[in-house]
């Protein structure tokens, strides 16, 4: 049995990023760059009018007030996407949309509301000075500059951006593909009959879940019987994969042979059993080179295991640098206790108060109890030295989701 930071070091060791892949700039979304983004050209491409309005030169404005407008001829319009075909001349002005080029002559824009048309010409009511309300060439990127570097999350601002310099596809690390299957005689799938001697085997859909919140694929190969022919033959259609889960067959049960088969079939054994609780009988090893995770067979045990192991080693994989849950200090409202020399994850609900964190245990903390886990939104991390925490103590919280970022009002004070 060997310590949980042990055995995370371990495993992502030995994972590794995978290959990159052409993909549209939408279907690159949420992941992550595996190239630089180099400017093409500037943005913007030229100089154009940040408003409404007309484009002068200022120097023909000097002096211009509300009661004593200074009187230009407008000599064009000038609609966004079109080009300018004259250039100002002293006295001269162009009517111009956001967007446009300026043309030559011009260095300033005078917004719409500060002038007054009158036919073919305009009264200007302000002043102006050189560059006012003019976006400059390149003022947002510059050719030839590294906007977006390799590594980087693909985000909507990214997406805008790609779009902007032209890049309607991009090289995103790929998406790992799981196999995932469940062990165990006493297993049905969903739609079938329950009994009372039979379970629903809900760890294959929730890992699935947990598989596809993480941001890869998954290949689902169902319910594997205790049979050793059967389990040989999905392990090995497995291997197609870029990783491996097995669910339920890594105890110390007559029945319990996937840690067996795992060797008979290629499987390079790394360990087995962590010192933590829920999820102790981890087995964590390689198929032909696929990275296999043999999760507990209990349904909270299996999905802690999962948080603390393989969301970690799916992410490096997509070639993410942040690995891991946001870890936060909170304000314990209940006395806990647990053995010592084993890390305990206990399900939690945290939530902010008043400036600050306060958690407590969802209730009963039985490894078959999956309730827990609906209720909780973090785990509780008690280290391995600790046998009691009391009521008020500030305890280490892992958040499992995105709830605690997201809230009801917008509080901007």
């Known amino acids: 049995m060997i310590l949980v930071d042990e055995a995370l070091q371990t495993i992502l060791g030995t994972v590794t ?29 030229t100089n154009n009018s940040a408003m409404d309005g007309y484009a002068v030169r200022a120097g023909d404005t000097e002096g211009a007030k509300s009661t004593s407008p200074v009187i230009l001829d407008v000599i064009e319009d000038i609609p966004a996407g079109t080009v300018p075909r004259k250039a ?30 009158d036919g073919h010409q305009v009264y200007i009511h302000v002043e102006a000075r050189q560059g006012l309300d003019i976006r400059r060439a390149g003022e947002d990127v510059r050719e030839g500059e590294t906007v977006i ?63 596809i919140e993480s941001g890869a694929t998954v290949m689902q190969l169902g319910i594997v019987k205790d049979r050793r022919e059967n389990l040989i033959e999905k392990f090995r259609a497995a291997t197609r994969a870029d990783l491996i889960i097995s669910s339920g067959g890594v105890s110390v049960g007559d029945y319990d042979l ?9 499987n390079a054994m790394q360990f087995w059993q962590v010192a933590m609780r829920p999820g102790k009988p981890l087995a964590f090893g390689s198929i032909q080179g696929v990275p296999v995770f043999g999760l507990p067979g209990n349904p909270v045990s299996s999905m802690v295991s999962f948080e603390q192991f393989v969301r970690p080693s799916i992410l490096k994989m997509m070639g993410h640098r942040n690995l891991y849950r ?17 890390r305990y994850f206990m399900r939690g609900q945290v939530r902010w108060e008043a400036g600050r964190y306060y958690v407590r245990s969802t209730g009963e903390q039985g490894s078959g109890i999956l309730k827990s886990m609906v209720r909780a939104n973090s785990l509780i991390v008690l280290p391995e030295q600790t046998t009691s925490v009391l009521k008020g103590e500030e305890v280490l919280v892992q958040l499992l989701d995105r709830s605690m970022e997201q809230t009801d009002h917008p509080d901007y004070v």
């Open 88 to 117: 100002l001349a002293i006295g001269q002005a162009s009517r111009i949309m956001t967007g446009a080029p300026l043309p030559k002559g011009a260095d300033a824009v005078i917004r719409m509301e500060d002038t007054r048309k």
């Open 326 to 342: 946001k870890m936060i200090r909170a304000t314990l409202e209940e006395d806990l206790a647990k053995k010592e020399g084993m």
């Open 17 to 45: 990023p995978l290959p990159v892949e052409k993909v549209n700039i939408l279907a690159a979304l949420s992941r992550v760059l595996g190239e630089d983004i180099v400017a093409p050209r500037h943005l913007p491409p």
């Open 149 to 211: 570097f390799s590594g980087s999350v693909v985000r909507p601002a990214e997406v805008g951006m790609l779009a902007a310099l032209g890049r309607s596809f991009v090289s995103v690390y790929q998406r790992p593909v799981v196999a995932i299957l469940a062990t165990g005689d006493e297993l049905v799938d969903i739609d079938e009959p329950p009994s009372s001697w039979k379970i629903i085997s809900s760890n294959s859909y929730a890992t699935a879940a947990q598989v």
């Open 258 to 266: 996937v840690k067996d088969i795992m060797k008979e079939v290629g």
